[in-house]
């Protein structure tokens, strides 16, 4: 297996980064994707934020499994995070970030408001490659202030935009996930969040397949006709055969399945998945006890 990883460059100037910018800051909205929050996360950048109030976004909520969304955020409230889910691609969700975010910097915005100070507050929106950051931005300015795109790395420079009493600070996502762990950074390609370029695409194809042949064997039987109990290479085989990707001489074409399937996934056309559990969050620092 191709070891993904990220250079301790990367994380030394995603430090620097993130140092400066919260400084520019009054408060964090550090967006995860829903379907990973923990293979998303990264505690070492959370820790620069300081005293700065941090808003969590569980974004693409709408791709996600709900009922584990909604364990996800009652743990991580109960250990005192602020959480909220979001579909940052549908309107009507920024009726609940705008009040979340309104709440997070409540106490500055009085504290402000006694001195007669009314300068909008400004909140840094964090997060690694294609989460959403850019998108979140836009709905809440009810306007295309922010360049979007379905691939990791659209964003290229900070910017601000002002929107309804925020000053907004878009990022690029050049935050490096924490995770050293294999299983978690796999699950960072399947949904978009490492650029596909220098990616073994079959084996994250493969992996995918086992992941999703023990988590969500339905959805694998539903889109593909995928009995239980195959090899991930067999399973690949069937998506191949149920999609009619075959070069001359009866061959499968694998290279074709591998992104239809990834496409698939990506495009929710599995159904809502989330690939981490209960566990992970612990793990990475998401779910922290109410008293640890
Ligand atoms: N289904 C779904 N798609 C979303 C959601 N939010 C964003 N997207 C899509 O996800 C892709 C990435 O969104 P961006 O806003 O560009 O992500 P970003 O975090 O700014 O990415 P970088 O700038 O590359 O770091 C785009 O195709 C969006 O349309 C969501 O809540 N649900
Ligand atoms: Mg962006």
Redesign the pocket.
Known sequence: MKVIQWFPGHMAKAVRMMEENVKLCDAVLF?LD?RCPAASFNARLLSLTGAKPVLFVL?????ADARKSDSFIARMRAGGRKVIP?????PS?MRTLRPAMEDLVREKAERLKAKGNSKPLRIM?A?????????????LSGAKR???????????GKQWVKCGGFDLL?????MPPSCENQVLARRLAYV??INDDILEMDEIALALLEEMENAYPMSLKERYGIEPGLTPLEMLESVCKKRGFMLRGGEYDFERGERALIDDLR??KLGRITFDSEEELKEVGLIVEPNG
Do not use: F, M
Request: glycine residues 18%.
């Open positions: 967006v829903a974004n693409k909520a709408d791709l979001l579909a940052a691609n549908l969700s929106v997060g690694i490659p294609n989460t959403g950051k850019s998108t979140v931005i836009n709905g922010a360049i979007t795109g379905d691939k990791a790395g659209v964003t290229r878009d990022t690029p996502g050049t978009g969040s495009k929710g």
